[in-house]
Every structure is written in C-alpha cells, then in structure tokens.
C-alpha cells in the first residue's frame, strides 16, 4: 500500500494533507523518515509514525452509536444535522456512512463504518437480519397483534398494497412492545402499529442480530468497536430470549 493511502486511510488527513506531512519529514515507518508518498508500506508488519504517534492499521471503523431523535441518518445534509456531525474530529474517517438508516425521531442503535460489504451483508434481503425494537404505543398492547404481525401485516404504497414479512412482536408493558422485523421498509414499525388501529409515540432500535446497544450509552454517544464485534449482527438470537433479556435491561425504558 502506498504511504500516503495508508496515512489518509487511517488518519483525518485528506490524501493531499497526508502528501505533504510526508514530504515535511513528519511521517517515520520503522524508525526511518520517509519523504515520499508513493513509498510502499506494509500496515500489518511496518511501525507507522505520524508527528510520533503510532498510526494502528484497520482495514475497516466501526462506530456503535446511540442515535439521538432530531438527527438524520445519513453522510452529509446541507440543512440538517446528521450522524456524521456528531463524531469527534479524531474520529472522522473519509468514507463512513449510517449502515442502515433510522428515522429522525428514532432513537437507538446506529452502525457507522465505511465496510461497504458488511453494510451489503447486513442490509441484503437475502439475509433478513434480524432487527428489534422498543416502541411506546398510544394504546395499550393488544395480544392479537401476534399473530396478526406473523401472518404479515398489509401496507399500502404508492396505490400498491405488499406483504410485510412475518415479523414478531410482544408486550413488554401495559404501553411498550418488542418487534422484530427481518426487512426495512419506510416507516415500517409505525405503519404496522397504525394498520391493527395504534400509534407509535416513541420508538428505539436496540438490537441487530446479536449486537446490541448498551443499556448506559448515553444518546448521542458512540465508541469504536471491532469487527468480531460487528459480526455479531450477523448472528441471530431467538426471539423470547430476546424478549427476557429486554425485560431485565431495557425496563427503565417504560417504568418512569
């Protein structure tokens, strides 16, 4: 890999900047300073300084955010602010974008990363990733809904009606339900939740696959995991364990 790619890959630095720290004698790779930004460097084996500090090699960032209500998911907005806007100057890597988008007054777990093939592999439908929601109804819960959310509930679009795809639901309090939905359409949870007669008053995501979204995370807050971690998504939970462990650590969701 070329220097200054690498440097700009795994820096704030644009490819320009990264060209001219190098040229300025900032940048060392084994303890030697290198001045040309076409040298090539091996990331897994060579030690890279930048001003002395260690630059990390990873092929990929992943960022697990709690996504506040107000903000849009997305990479750049001339109006509004997104995702992107609420990361550290350090942290604010060329190519990342919202793997998956959660409407502006959603709130819960967000991915960021430039991984375009897990991004593929988690929002593919062929691979109908699992993804678990906590939605404060208007009404209280009525039990009809299961069955009724696992023979698919009818949506209509654009003078067309479809299908949803059987997804699961359960009451977590007089007020409050976990859905499990394996595709994403727009507005899908409250547009189910309005087509059997209730309203969605808040909703937060707090699950994907196996990855889920710490119970003290601040929203608005964020850290960077590693892609083990990420993997995770990848991984499905049953249902009802599902419910159980929301049950334990999501209850301040709706005891006030």
């Given at each position: 890999?070329?220097?200054d790619?690498?440097?700009?890959?795994?820096?704030?630095?644009?490819?320009t900047?990264?060209?001219?720290?190098?040229?300025?004698?900032?940048?060392?790779?084994?303890?030697?300073?290198?001045?040309?930004?076409?040298?090539?460097?091996?990331?897994?084996?060579?030690?890279?300084?930048?001003?002395?500090?260690?630059?990390?090699?990873q092929?990929?960032?992943?960022?697990?955010?709690?996504?506040?209500?107000?903000?849009?998911?997305?990479?750049?907005?001339?109006?509004?602010?997104?995702?992107?806007?609420?990361?550290?100057?350090?942290?604010?890597?060329?190519?990342?974008?919202p793997?998956?988008r959660?409407?502006?007054?959603?709130?819960?777990?967000?991915?960021?990363?430039?991984?375009?093939d897990?991004?593929?592999?988690?929002?593919?439908?062929?691979?109908?990733?699992?993804?678990?929601?906590?939605?404060?109804?208007?009404?209280?819960?009525?039990?009809?809904?299961?069955?009724?959310?696992?023979?698919?509930?009818?949506?209509?679009?654009?003078?067309?009606?479809?299908?949803?795809?059987?997804?699961?639901?359960?009451?977590?309090?007089?007020?409050?339900?976990?859905?499990?939905?394996?595709?994403?359409?727009?507005?899908?949870?409250?547009?189910?939740?309005?087509?059997?007669?209730?309203?969605?008053?808040?909703?937060?995501?707090?699950?994907?696959?196996?990855?889920?979204?710490?119970?003290?995370?601040?929203?608005?807050?964020?850290?960077?995991?590693?892609?083990?971690?990420?993997?995770?998504?990848?991984?499905?939970?049953?249902?009802?364990?599902?419910?159980?462990?929301?049950?334990?650590?999501?209850?301040?969701?709706?005891?006030?």
């Open positions: 890999m070329r220097l790619r690498f440097l700009s890959n795994q820096t704030t630095l644009s490819r900047n990264a060209q001219i720290a190098i040229r300025a004698g900032q940048v060392t790779v084994n303890g030697t300073v290198l001045r040309k930004p076409d040298a090539a460097v091996s990331p897994e084996y060579d030690c890279i300084l930048w001003n002395g500090k260690q630059i990390s090699y092929a990929h960032h992943y960022f697990l955010m709690h996504k506040p209500a107000g903000v849009i998911s997305a990479s750049d907005d001339p109006k509004q602010k997104t995702v992107l806007d609420l990361l550290k100057p350090e942290d604010c890597f060329p190519k990342l974008f793997c998956g959660l409407d502006i007054d959603t709130t819960g777990l967000l991915l960021i990363t430039d991984d375009g897990l991004a593929h592999r988690m929002l593919s439908p062929k691979h109908h990733v699992p993804k678990y929601y906590l939605a404060t109804l208007r009404d209280p819960f009525n039990p009809q809904y299961v069955a009724w959310f696992r023979a698919g509930i009818t949506l209509g679009e654009k003078d067309k009606e479809f299908q949803c795809l059987p997804a699961e639901i359960a009451a977590m309090h007089t007020h409050t339900a976990l859905i499990c939905l394996h595709e994403g359409k727009y507005h899908q949870v409250k547009r189910m939740l309005a087509a059997v007669g209730n309203h969605v008053e808040q909703l937060m995501r707090i699950r994907i696959g196996n990855l889920s979204l710490p119970v003290d995370l601040p929203v608005g807050s964020y850290f960077s995991i590693l892609h083990n971690d990420v993997e995770k998504m990848l991984n499905f939970s049953d249902f009802e364990a599902v419910c159980a462990l929301s049950k334990a650590e999501y209850s301040s969701y709706w005891i006030k």
